[in-house]
Structures are given as C-alpha cells and as structure tokens.
T-cell receptor
C-alpha cells in the first residue's frame, strides 16, 4: 500500500460544477496537509495548507481533513476552465516544508 | 521579487554519466528542497538544505548529492545515471523551512 493514494483521473467536469478531489493516507503521524496545483510544464503551486483536522476555506476552494479516517479533500466551487490542471495532495509529519509526501496527482479538465 | 529559477530546462544524458542541476532560490529564502517527479507521479522528496547544511533526506541513494551556497542557491548532483533517473527535477525554496515555492523544474532524460 502506498503511503498516500489519490485517484489519478482524469476527471472531466463542465464549467460551473463543484469538484471534489480526495486523498487517503496510511501514516497516522501526518499532521500537515497541503494541496498543490500543477499546470503542464510548470512547478506545483500551493493552494491550501491545513494543520491537523478541520476545514479551511479560501475563495472557491475548501480543504477538509479527517485524521480519524485518514482522508483529506479539496472542493472547488464554480469551477473554471483555468482550473484545468493536475492537483496534488501532500502531507508531512514533522514540520511544514520538510519531508513532504505527495500523492500521484489527479488530472482535472473543466470544459467550457 | 525574483521567483525560483532552475537550469537547464531540459537535459539529455547517457546512462553512467554524471549531471549537475542548478537552482536559484527566491530572494530572501534560505532553504532549498529538491524533488524528483516521474511522469504521471507526484514529486518525491530527495533532500533539503537549510543555511548550507543538509536538513533531511528522502529515500534516495548516495549517488544523489547536493550543495547549497552562501547565497542560498543550490546544486543537485547525480552520479552513475540510470534510465530510471529520467524525470522532472523540482527545486523549492522557502524562508526558514516555511511555505515552499517551486521552480519550473529541469526535465532530465537518460538514454
């Protein structure tokens, strides 16, 4: 079993749809949870950062962490074609910025 | 403010050769992390340098080595290249190991 699992997609949705992206993990020591967006031929960019369990909202993006189920989610409301990218979850046990473990990424296409 | 830059953009090497990849961190940042991203996979942590000292290492063999300079730029060196080393190599910089900003990566192909 991989340490972090993520549905690779691709996921295609119409513009304006609500998108749900999910990751599961096996290491209960993870405390820091991140979502990155990666456009083709670019480096990942940080979208959301959450420490421990709970929800966090930033504009159209909401991140949820359920440590008891070892499950994290990213919701995108009113999805736009510019949201088309690969979404990577990442997590870390000790310190933000160190020893991240990334999921394999989910490719999302938002169709106009 | 200058973002994270990496050079070269693309590189083709032969199995058994050695390669050096370079990263210039964002202005004011003192921490650099290196990642390997194989096609269709998420990035895998190689190591991190903080104030010129190695500060954490992932599950990569010793032929992957690095260096951080006094200006906090960094190099990743890979010896005895193998076909499986073909990947996108990403550098990320941060201030005091906080939020990371990624560069565009170097695409390495080993033939």
């Amino acid at each position: 079993q991989k340490e972090v699992e993520q549905d690779p997609g691709p996921l295609s949705v119409p513009e304006g749809a609500i998108v749900s992206l999910n990751c599961t993990y096996s290491n209960s020591a993870f405390q820091y949870f991140m979502w990155y967006r990666q456009y083709s031929r670019k480096g990942p960019e940080l979208l959301m950062y959450t420490y421990s369990s709970g929800n966090k909202e930033d504009g159209r993006f909401t991140a949820q962490v359920d440590k008891s189920s070892k499950y994290i989610s990213l919701f995108i409301r009113d999805s736009q074609p510019s949201d088309s990218a690969t979404y990577l979850c990442a997590m870390s046990a000790h310190n933000y910025g160190q020893n991240f473990v990334f999921g394999p990424g989910t490719r999302l296409s938002v169709l106009p | 403010e200058t973002g994270v830059t990496q050079s070269p953009t693309h590189l083709i090497k032969t199995r058994g050769q050695q390669v050096t990849l370079r990263c210039s961190s964002q202005s004011g940042h003192n921490t650099v992390s290196w990642y390997q991203q194989a096609l269709g996979q998420g990035p895998q942590f190689i190591f991190q340098y903080y104030r010129e000292e190695e500060n954490g290492r992932g599950n990569f063999p010793p032929r992957f080595s690095g260096l951080q300079f006094p200006n906090y730029s960094s190099e990743l060196n890979v010896n005895a290249l193998e076909l499986d080393d073909s990947a996108l190599y990403l550098c990320a910089s941060s201030l005091d190991r906080d939020e990371q900003y990624f560069g565009p990566g170097t695409r390495l192909t080993v033939t």
